[in-house]
């Protein structure tokens, strides 16, 4: 049995890049959370499915404890230096992108008042 640094450590820096992802999407659906309850169990789902895929394609069939404390880090690094700069950017986003719906919706709602008359 051989020892492999580089691909452990290629599989640490992925996986620190995997937590540093799923914390930035968590903080992304913080803003949609704060709004409405929902999202917490499909985000849950959709990290566990990729944890299982980080450990079958990365770490060949095994999820070892280096990749999930560089999971953990990462998060944690995200968690630590980005939030308070992109928070502002999310909540902007979200507003326009409520907004847009709202002008899309609105000839549909005028038309359905319309038909209702």
């Given at each position: 049995m051989e020892n492999h640094v580089p691909q452990q450590l290629t599989a640490y820096l992925t996986a620190a890049a995997l937590g540093a992802a799923s914390a930035m999407v968590y903080d992304l659906l913080r803003t949609v959370r704060l709004r409405r309850?929902?999202?917490d169990?499909?985000?849950i789902a959709v990290l566990g499915f990729l944890l299982l895929w980080f450990a079958?394609?990365?770490?060949?069939?095994?999820?070892?404890?280096?990749?999930?404390t560089g999971v953990a880090l990462g998060a944690l690094l995200y968690s630590l230096t980005l939030p308070p700069l992109l928070r502002p950017l999310w909540d902007f986003w979200l507003d326009a992108a409520?907004?847009?719906?709202?002008?899309?919706?609105r000839p549909?709602?005028?038309?359905?008042?319309?038909?209702?008359k």
């Amino acid at each position: 049995m051989e020892n492999h640094v580089p691909q452990q450590l290629t599989a640490y820096l992925t996986a620190a890049a995997l937590g540093a992802a799923s914390a930035m999407v968590y903080d992304l659906l913080r803003t949609v959370r704060l709004r409405r309850r929902l999202l917490d169990g499909l985000y849950i789902a959709v990290l566990g499915f990729l944890l299982l895929w980080f450990a079958l394609r990365i770490g060949q069939g095994e999820l070892r404890l280096y990749m999930l404390t560089g999971v953990a880090l990462g998060a944690l690094l995200y968690s630590l230096t980005l939030p308070p700069l992109l928070r502002p950017l999310w909540d902007f986003w979200l507003d326009a992108a409520v907004a847009l719906c709202r002008l899309l919706c609105r000839p549909a709602a005028l038309a359905a008042r319309w038909l209702k008359k």
